[in-house]
Each structure stands twice: as structure tokens, then as C-alpha cells.
Nanobody, 116 residues
Framework: QVQLVESGGGLVQAGGSLRLSCAAS????????MGWFRQAPGKQRVLVATVTSVGITNYADSVKGRFTISRDNAKHTVYLQMNSLKPEDTAVYYC??????????WGQGTQVIVSS
């Protein structure tokens, strides 16, 4: 079972940027997709962005044009570049690994706080 570890969260002012990283303990090339999710206080975890094994990306409408997901299979790492951050982006961000349509592995999360 691959282990995922997120990093890069923190406190940033609105309009600022952060880059999240998700480091896997092993190869991620065998997963159909890697995804970033977020969970705000009192709310459900929602999908933010995904990248397939062949590099096709997909984004939630709320982050399109501001966030960019990418993967580096050689480094077993997935990234989420977040620009033009808004207070409503405040959440714990999680990385997940998808195999055959199921997110079978999760990281522990990294907190992002965007101040107004």
C-alpha cells in the first residue's frame, strides 16, 4: 500500500500563492489518476483537481484558471499550484491515489488558510 504525504500548506493572504506537494512512498505510475481534495470546517471533502496517468487534468469550477495540478512520476510526486487564493479556499487539502475508479490511498492532509 503506497503512503502519501502532503506538504506545502500554510497561512497566506488573499491573492497569494501556495504550492502543495504530495510525495508517495512508491511509484504512482500504476494509479489511474491522482487527485487533490479539500475539506473545509463543517463541510464534506470535495474534489479539487485530478491528473490521469497520461496527464489529462480536470478541475472543479471553483478553482479553474487559478489552480494547476501536475505529476512527476520519476519523483513519485503530485503538485498543486494554487494562485490568486481566496478566503473560501481555506481548507485541509488531501492527496489521493485512484485505482480503477476508487481512491484507495490518502495522505494525512495539509492545512491551507487564506486570510482576507
Amino acid at each position: 500500500q503506497v503512503q502519501l504525504v502532503e506538504s506545502g500548506g500554510g497561512l497566506v493572504q488573499a491573492g497569494g500563492s501556495l504550492r502543495l506537494s504530495c510525495a508517495a512512498s512508491g511509484s504512482i505510475s500504476g494509479f489511474n489518476a491522482m487527485g487533490w481534495f479539500r475539506q473545509a470546517p463543517g463541510k464534506q471533502r470535495v474534489l479539487v483537481a485530478t491528473v490521469t496517468s497520461v496527464g489529462i487534468t480536470n478541475y472543479a469550477d471553483s478553482v479553474k484558471g487559478r489552480f494547476t495540478i501536475s505529476r512527476d512520476n520519476a519523483k513519485h510526486t503530485v503538485y498543486l499550484q494554487m494562485n490568486s487564493l481566496k478566503p473560501e479556499d481555506t481548507a485541509v487539502y488531501y492527496c489521493g491515489a485512484n485505482r480503477y475508479g476508487v481512491y484507495a490511498a490518502w495522505g494525512q492532509g495539509t492545512q491551507v488558510i487564506v486570510s482576507s
